[in-house]
């Protein structure tokens, strides 16, 4: 049996982040409320919801835009409110390319991302 590599789990060492909420047309609605309660609750600022792919996202998605003040509270609420949906948290450094590999982590199964967007 092949081994698999461990799921890198968030990790609140970096000054600015983005969540990227995944979701399909069968859990829009669902995701659609979580990401507007995140917005209320933590006072965030969230993205629009995307029924398409954008970016290096193969999925629909809403971003999220969070600092390390707010990690430690958005994190493990997003962890125990997500009820399966796959979550994207990487950080904000400038750098796209190590911002989605080097610095993604997940909550749920990873997505494999387009990444020849960020390469040169």
Known sequence: MPETQPIPRPVNQHSAYHAHVYF???????????????????????GR?????????PRWSCQ??????????????????????????HASTGNDLEDHTTYAYWLGDPVELKLAMFQH
């Open 64 to 89: 999220i835009k969070f600092n390390r003040d707010e990690f430690e509270l958005l994190v493990p609420w997003l962890e125990q409110h997500r009820q399966g949906l796959t979550v994207l948290i």
């Open 24 to 46: 399909d047309a069968e859990t829009l609605e669902f995701a659609t409320s979580l990401c507007r309660q995140v917005g209320e609750r933590f006072q965030l600022e969230v």
């Open 49 to 57: 919801v995307h029924q398409r792919p954008v970016g290096p996202h």
